[in-house]
């Protein structure tokens, strides 16, 4: 199994940058699909962004296009979301998810880091 370590949350103001990181670990993660998705209060989760470990096929929800970046570091197993021009919308519990390629549905999560941004 995957486990997945989020960090890098915090507080900040509409209109900055925050960089979230997942750090991965477990049996052949790098063949794993990785993804972001976000939780609001009162909302569901949604997706924000993923794509392959490889950096194959990457893909962001249009609310987020254009402001946030997927990456990875390969060295430090770990893949990280750049999010610039923060919005208070934005505010939510952000997770790191993985799925292998013999599931349709993200199954292994971390734990969540919180973003908030004030206006």
């Known amino acids: 199994q995957v486990q997945l370590v989020e960090s890098g949350g915090g507080l900040v103001q509409a209109g900055g940058s925050l960089r979230l990181s997942c750090a991965a670990s477990g049996r052949s993660f790098n063949t794993y699909r990785m993804g972001w998705f976000r939780q609001a209060p009162g909302k569901e989760r949604e997706y924000v962004a993923g794509f392959s470990w490889s950096g194959a096929s990457p893909s962001y929800t249009d609310s987020v296009n254009g402001r946030f970046t997927i990456s990875r570091d390969n060295a430090k197993n770990t893949v990280y979301l750049q999010m610039s021009r923060l919005k208070p919308e934005d505010t939510a519990v952000y997770y790191c998810?993985?799925?292998?390629?013999?599931?349709?549905?993200?199954?292994?999560w971390g734990q969540g880091t919180q973003v908030t941004v004030s206006s």
């Open positions: 998810a993985a799925r292998s390629s013999s599931t349709t549905a993200y199954d292994i």
